[in-house]
């Protein structure tokens, strides 16, 4: 699976997304629309995680999700 999927499918990915990162409102979760980007700026933003550290976290979900 890669992220053209996962945006594709985001309203039945969100929840998986809410569990994994709980620190993230239901409004951050929609509004990073499954783009690979946003959601890698969201977890540093949020957790102040290194670019790195969120691509690897959201290269993970990826992963786990498919």
């Given at each position: 699976?890669?992220?053209d ?47 790195e ?14």
């Amino acid at each position: 699976m890669n992220w053209d999927i996962v945006e594709g499918k985001w309203d039945q990915v969100k929840g998986s997304a809410k569990e994994k990162w709980g620190d993230l409102t239901d409004d951050e979760v929609t509004e990073m629309e499954g783009k690979r980007d946003k959601v890698i700026g969201k977890l540093q933003e949020k957790y102040g995680w290194t670019k790195e550290k969120a691509e690897k976290e959201a290269d993970s979900f990826l992963s786990e999700y498919a």
